[in-house]
């Protein structure tokens, strides 16, 4: 959200019959939160270079209907290409690195552009602002990737012709869900990155890269990490090669999905918690 | 609307459109049968039963598989044999048949075999009856239910080695005459006793739709498979590997366009999942210590890959075409001129 766009007196009729001295309600709040910081962030540079980003797997299934998969000789099926895509392609690389880059964003933005003091300044609570900008980041990395993912869906699966495809629908929704639930995740964690650290993308960089490498190792490290959790998930099994291909394990979805909401309840918690308390002063 | 409205909205639509389009192709794909793979006749099998197999004629003459090496295995002799089953019975296999089932293990310690095998397709009833009736000598035929069924070689108790009968224009039955008769009566009452077999529907239903062809099986079934393998040491070591009991297996595979195999076994506890699959990667390990020797079996070792999921191991292989062609042996190079060559 842009400083003017913050400092913009209220609307007369949204003052109208509310007791001033008291903070907008929060729910108000953060949809007035919501409406702003989307529209900046579904209008950004940022976004186009995620959407190109994200939308790279529909380039790929148009290349491959049109030249791979007449040339070449098939050494996996669409469907597996179609799971390599989801498993290697969106849920490890694309999706952390989007949530990297507009959850950390989400706070750190306002801060490097000096407009967080008008923001702070407004009679809305802390929280209403965390809130409204996180629900504005998970709509926009949505909208750019569930229709990719619908779209490379269809592109790879009707390769050859529809029959079998309704069979494939399941993991289809499977899919979906996860991605929006690797969005949650990774969003909430960079949140709390963004709110709890100056320049959080280098460290961002190093968990997502380095880190989440522990999800390859034997016996319970991988449940420090959150990729380990996604990845069983999905019910794509990509090949894997080195560790990852020896001590590969899935855990149990139950277990991943406590796991999973227990994080994003915790880092988003954190975050507000941070946010809320922290006391920002602009260097002059 | 904003502007930033206007790409939410779009984006909803493409995605809801995609949901609906996915819908209406779980809605309108043939394959889609009344549990998992399994048509509504085959529910009319008895309730005891503890493994089915499928096989999809139609996608299994369609792969590669079949093309490559049905014609490898006896060009000749197998146009000749369909030929003559097409002559006396009107039915070519590769282009009637759509589905094979087999299904048994109903008294998996009973002295008679209770195997029963469902094909499903398009038949001349009249030829096919026709045929059961001439071609084979001591065949007899009685009525269950209103439906023929003929017995084959039916002894002076009026028990038959084998019988068979059409559940309907589409579906033959064959089998132990017992179980033929359990659910030809079955399905005249329409009864689905296979549904009171809520474990093997629920391995059944678990089964990758699609797939050419497939396998369950109930720990009943698997009680019978070897408890130990003989360790690598070789066949004088006294040490062998103590495999931990199965309670289900499911086996899914495709022929096209690469053959690929998945199997999901559940073991009783986590342990013993990670002990198996232990085992598996080492038979993968030592396939891979074999590279050096043939390296042909390097692309079989990096095409299988295990992993656990609590109770559960999953093995999947991906073997394309060209790993299968190197690792048979090298057929004579006289073998195209066989026909010929052969008096």
């Not at chain 1, 909208?143 to 050859?160: H, N, Q, S």
């Not at chain 1, 394990?249 to 988003?268: D, H, K, N, S, Y």
């Not at chain 2, 490898?72 to 009637?96: C, H, I, M, V, Y």
């Amino acid at each position: 959200m842009s400083a003017s766009a913050a400092a913009r007196p209220p609307a007369p009729e949204s003052t109208a019959g509310r007791d001033t001295s008291r903070p907008v309600p929060f729910p108000r709040a953060a949809r007035a939160v919501f409406d702003l910081a989307l529209e900046g962030m579904v209008w950004s540079r940022r976004s186009l270079l995620m959407a190109i980003l994200l939308g790279l797997p529909i380039a790929f299934g148009l290349l491959f209907r049109g030249v791979i998969v007449s040339r070449l000789p098939p050494r996996m099926t669409a469907f597996d290409l179609y799971g390599f895509v989801i498993a290697i392609y969106y849920i490890r690389n694309a999706l952390p690195l989007a949530a990297l880059f507009y959850a950390t964003a989400l706070i750190a933005d306002e801060v490097d552009g000096r407009t967080i003091t008008y923001l702070l300044t407004r009679p809305v609570r802390r929280g209403a602002i965390l809130f409204g900008k996180f629900a504005a980041y998970l709509v926009t990395t949505a909208c750019l990737t569930l229709p990719a993912v619908v779209i490379t869906f269809f592109l790879l699966t009707t390769t050859r012709g529809w029959t079998g495809v309704g069979a494939r629908v399941p993991d289809l929704f499977r899919d979906l869900g996860v991605v929006v639930l690797t969005l949650l995740a990774y969003g909430a964690f960079f949140t709390l990155m963004g709110v709890l650290l100056r320049r959080p993308v280098i460290p961002g960089l190093l968990f997502l890269f380095v880190w989440e490498l522990v999800a390859n190792l034997p016996g319970y490290m991988p449940r420090l990490t959150i990729t380990a959790y996604l990845r069983s998930l999905i019910r794509h099994r990509p090949p894997d090669e080195g560790l990852a291909e020896i001590f590969g394990q899935v855990l149990p979805t139950a277990l991943c999905l406590e796991a999973l909401g227990a994080m994003i309840v915790v880092f988003l918690a954190a975050a507000l918690w941070i946010f809320a308390a922290r006391e920002y002063v602009l260097e002059q | 609307m904003t502007r930033s409205r206007t790409v939410v909205l779009g984006s909803a639509m493409i995605v809801g459109a995609g949901a609906l389009v996915a819908l209406g192709a779980i809605y309108l794909d043939p394959a889609r049968a009344a549990v998992g793979p399994l048509p509504p006749q085959a529910l009319s099998l008895p309730a005891g039963t503890r493994f089915v197999m499928g096989l999809d004629v139609k996608r299994f003459v369609a792969s590669p598989f079949y093309a490559r090496y049905s014609g490898a295995a006896g060009a000749s002799a197998r146009p000749q044999a369909f030929a003559e089953l097409e002559e006396k019975t009107g039915l070519n296999p590769e282009r009637d048949i759509d589905q094979v089932y087999v299904a048994g293990g109903q008294v998996p310690s009973g002295p008679r075999a209770d195997g029963l095998v469902v094909v499903t397709g398009r038949f001349d009833r009249y030829k096919v009856a026709r045929a059961i009736e001439t071609e084979h000598k001591g065949v007899t035929s009685k009525t269950v239910q209103g439906i023929t069924v003929y017995l084959f070689n039916e002894d002076r108790s009026g028990r038959g080695t084998g019988a068979a009968a059409f559940l309907d224009d589409s579906t033959i039955v064959l089998g132990a005459q017992s179980a033929v008769e359990q659910t030809v009566a079955a399905r005249a009452r329409g009864d689905v006793p296979l549904r009171n077999n809520t474990a093997l529907l629920s391995l059944i239903e678990s089964v990758k739709p699609g797939s050419t062809f497939w396998m369950v099986g109930d720990q009943t079934l698997l009680a019978n498979m070897p408890k130990s393998l003989p360790a690598p040491g070789g066949p004088g070591s006294s040490q062998s590997l103590e495999l931990p009991a199965l309670k289900s297996l499911v086996v899914t595979g495709d022929l096209d366009p690469q053959v690929s195999l998945d199997l999901t076994g559940e073991t009783g506890d986590e342990v013993a999942a990670k002990n198996l699959a232990d085992v598996v990667r080492g038979f993968v390990a030592l396939a891979s210590l074999q590279a050096n020797q043939k390296p042909e079996l390097k692309q079989l070792a990096s095409a299988v890959s295990v992993s656990t999921e609590a109770t559960r191991v999953h093995v999947a292989a991906r073997f394309p075409y060209e790993l299968l062609d190197s690792i048979q042996p090298r057929r004579a190079p006289a073998s195209a001129s066989q026909p010929s060559s052969t008096p």
